[in-house]
């Protein structure tokens, strides 16, 4: 951390930051310019980092140089991590589609999706049987029957399955029945719920906030694993913006920058990044090229009738299509889907 | 709600569009114009907004209405409520501050901000003893011994007490235990938690989103008032931009729009808004101008010591300097503080 | 346009309204809900569009239906515009890439750059000889001696040129000299030099503003085509928001939003959006996915030294290997480069 | 300027920065911690700041600690400047009000207008003769007989004028016959025109760009004092942020920071600002209380018939109750109006 100080700082200032310094374990290291001092804190950032040493008389501005997550980042962990379950693992050479409804809605449409997305190549299902709704009026999910029919076409078709979870005292259920865990971008700083997440093992999707930096999402991310699940899978799926056009605005860049400063995997959500059907094929082929390990596409067998997105959702036959697009563009790219 | 078709949309489009609002229960009114036929569907629109008109063939935009929220609006109820508990009532001729540290961090530096800030003129007392930070190796908050403390201090001065809920498991506790319940801008879209709120009577604090739009707040405060609590007190607490000079962006047009938009009180907390102490009184000056029903204002005994937020924090000096000429400022306006 | 009124409206308010409709030429349509009445305008909006109808008493509402851009748009011309001089027309199945300095910085430097980047494959050298510098401090370009040396770059390689034009009175001389002329993104509602480019016959490179919705970016091509040059082309080149990683937002999914709305092309800059070199190559490579008619990339023989924009360049030899795997890619995709 | 080095830098590396600071006049200061080197440039940083130190190899992360502006800057003047004409002079104890048409219609109206508004308490008679519209069919202004008829309305009243500059060309016209120049949003950052400004001694206001930081606004008022023109005037009017139920997001907070980093005299613009009449008045009284030095407010005789901007423009009646109690504000503030 490297302390600036003012123009005119007095002795007795510059001493007081010292002593702050010290006390935190780091050891100070001074540099007199002709107009100001400035402070180094050469040691471990953390303990200064929660002092408001801004401040301190004399402080002009701290800037701090560690960044302030650690187990996600890449100076932790060299290499890429290969992360998820069952054989659905990723971060790898391998590209995995998670495909499905927005919401379960019954469970003849979850099997019948879910046939449809396996056939089209996709490894796992996703549905939401919690559904965080911005409206309280809108359909708020199957709850816990929306599980059961996620672990019915899990069993009947084999792929695996992805929910999201709102609420801690729905961690054991999901934790029983489905094979990854969505944290939804709502709730991307629910921190009592991310701290929860950390004391299972099963893969956590995390989205990002509609307002969070990406340091932010490595924060969150930071959460989970620092309470004990190193599994955990980003997803980038859109940021708000002053733009009106899209949903939100999908901010590729984060893909490549997730990439060099974490060693977790990191997946795009088009559908929602977007909120328009037209825009999920563009913006899929965009998000391999940019170098995601995955991606989550909302598929309904009838956008028309469905109870939540609607219209961001494709059709059956339009997801196997993009799909095959989808498988040709990883090969060009050296990657397999 | 009016759908717009496309320019050469069918007779066989626009009759299903029909039937799709009749099947809601709405009336259809054709206009044909020479370019386009406009539908308006008459009649509630909820039952309509949760299907995808804008992907129905033939169909180019659909444009609301109504709005989504209902109770918490003013067409609902034109008087402005009065809201709050024990004698501290947001929203009428007398404005109230709220005060305290960020974070409870024992119990005697908690009895004796709570004496200083009621000798200012404050009528609660804030204080979080779960704290949602976004570094999971930064202080959590004393959870229920915080708790405990702000019962303490209650009875020890006579003020009321206001902390933050972080987790629907907690709920219980703050009920018995605090006057006013806070949901923190990071959780305004923590559905579950908010619905919990719906299920007590305790007054609720609820902070807008930091990308959470006025409708978004509003949308979040039926929430709780759909599921049973009417007693939601609004709070602008600035939202993210570019702008990075302040910690966030103090939205001063939420105040007004708010008043015409709803009948709940609106609060303003200067402090995270800004994130510099030396913003907090042109910030609080400005949100009473504006015409907010109270604040929230940060004060610590010794910011420079603070495990939260201590560069926003005033000393209680300040803090009584800042609520004379607050005082001043509300008899100028016509109201009392 | 439609006029959506307050419940309670009274007749004459309702027929202000119509008067005012009819007086611009237009035709009211009532239809009249529970409620509320709504009356469509039918006929050409862009008179009632300069009119304040929100403001007038019993208006609730006013939704605009048709775009305010008419000559840029698919409706007005269905088939994708094909834009560009002397060979390099942007918009068909071939790309193009538009390469060289940010800033012209002296002859040698400039031809050598043009011969490496046209060995690469680039079929446009681009380089400012006017700068739009934040600082008033920093390098302003060399102005016409800049222009000059774009002159004699493009005579010794046969490449076209593209530069900035910052003042209505440099246009002749642009004109004169260059191939392209380019809007920066600080200019892109510089409505005077908009007009101004209207007057020539050179394709103007247009670049999307920091806050510029692409409603906003297609109104300004408006400003251009409806002075009368139809030759632009439009540049995506990143948005301000909050994340702070990246320079710049690229808002990819402008990319497939424009080929919806707009006939015209459109390029990507992905030097300028990310602002750091190792994001060059993956959203150069995300742009061609999502379907963008070409690029702009920054090049720069010695990066380190660059008098403006060395951290987003790319050295010739980095450009040579992206062109490489650009052109597989633009194979793949069906197009060529 | 402080430069970071990753971990591992080599000798090599250091010495080159070593190297580069000392090329540019400055002294380096090495700090070797336990994981990386940081090494202080001590001096003018304004050389190296046009240097991509950010590239060099081994270097992780570059920090600027002085600020980019200088002569606009509180540290190289530490009163606060008055500046204006004709006894118009902002940033005293007395504020100032602008009023006026958004743009100039016709000269009985801008004279009728002009004596209300001076009638009211006004001491600038604001009013568009260029006027820079987003859309190319919209109103464009009256160009030179707008400004003919700014004089004719300042020799009848006795206010003095202020109107927008929109290109370089007409400087020399306005520079004669108005009083104020403007720079409005959109040429916040058209550099060209603010250097023309510097020659010049006319108060120029500068308003603030849709997406400038207020280092961005005063980086651009820099330009126009180091090219020799010191009367610079700042004006806040709003930013683009996701928030639509106002037309832009008044930024607050601004006019106290604008206070302490620069010693230049601060007004706001509440009606571009807010876009809606009823936000005018509670805009305003904000603005004062936070520390404005004057507003700048839209007053049209019939709003219902403006050709611009008429939603948020006051009628005369209107804008004659605000002053009346802005002044009452004022002199609570301790400023007089």
Redesign the interface.
């Known amino acids: 951390m ?1 302390i ?1 100080l003012k ?1 005119g700082a007095t002795q007795a200032e510059i001493d007081h930051v010292i002593e702050k310094i010290e006390a935190a374990g780091c050891k100070p ?1 001074l ?1 007199r ?2 107009e ?1 001092t ?1 402070i ?1 804190a ?2 471990d950032e ?1 303990a200064l ?4 040493l ?3 008389p004399g402080v002009d ?1 701290v ?1 701090q ?1 560690q960044k ?2 650690k187990m996600v980042s890449r ?1 932790f962990k060299t290499e890429p991590s290969v992360i998820g379950t069952g054989g659905v693992m990723l971060g790898g050479k391998r590209l995995h589609v998670m495909a499905g409804p927005c919401a379960v809605e019954n469970r003849e449409m979850l099997i019948g999706i879910a046939k449809q997305v396996k056939a089209a190549g996709a490894t796992v299902l996703r549905g939401g049987a ?1 559904k ?9 999910g199957l709850e816990a029957e929306g599980v059961r029919y996620l672990a019915d076409a899990r069993e009947e078709t084999g792929l695996l399955v992805a929910t999201e979870l ?4 729905d961690l054991e259920l999901l934790d029983r029945h489905v094979d990854f865990i969505q944290i939804g971008a ?2 991307m ?4 719920l ?2 929860e997440c950390g004391s299972v093992k099963k893969p956590i999707i995390l989205k990002r ?3 969070a ?4 999402l490595l ?2 991310a ?2 989970i694993v ?2 004990g699940n190193p599994n955990v899978i980003l997803c980038e799926r859109g ?8 949903r939100n ?9 997730i990439k ?2 974490s060693h977790l995997p990191i997946i795009v959500d088009p559908s929602h ?2 909120g328009r ?3 999920v094929r ?2 899929s ?7 995601a390990d995955g991606l989550m596409i909302e598929v309904h067998p009838n ?2 009738e ?6 961001q959702s494709l059709r059956p036959e339009g997801f196997a299509t993009l799909m095959e697009e989808l498988r ?2 990883a090969a ?1 790219l050296g990657r397999e889907l």
Chains 1, 2, 3, 4 share one sequence.
Do not use: C, W
């Not at 709102?166 to 005292?169: E, I, K, L, T």
């Not at 940021?239 to 899209?246: N, V």
């Not at 082929?285 to 170098?291: F, K, P, R, T, V």
């Open positions: 490297i600036v123009p290291h540099s310019g002709v100001r400035i180094g050469i040691g953390s980092r929660n002092l408001p801004e401040i301190l501005q800037l140089i302030p997550y100076e919690f965080p709704r911005t409206s309280p009026y809108a359909f708020q709102m609420d801690p005292r709502r709730n700083q629910n921190f009592r991310l701290k906030g509609l307002s930096t990406i340091k932010d924060l969150s930071e959460y620092a309470n940021i708000r913006t002053f733009e009106d056009y899209t605005t999908l901010d590729i860049s984060a893909v490549p920058a060099t400063l990044a977007g059907r037209d825009l563009p913006l082929l965009a998000a391999l090229a940019a170098g956008p028309e469905a109870l939540s997105d609607g219209p040709r563009l060009f």
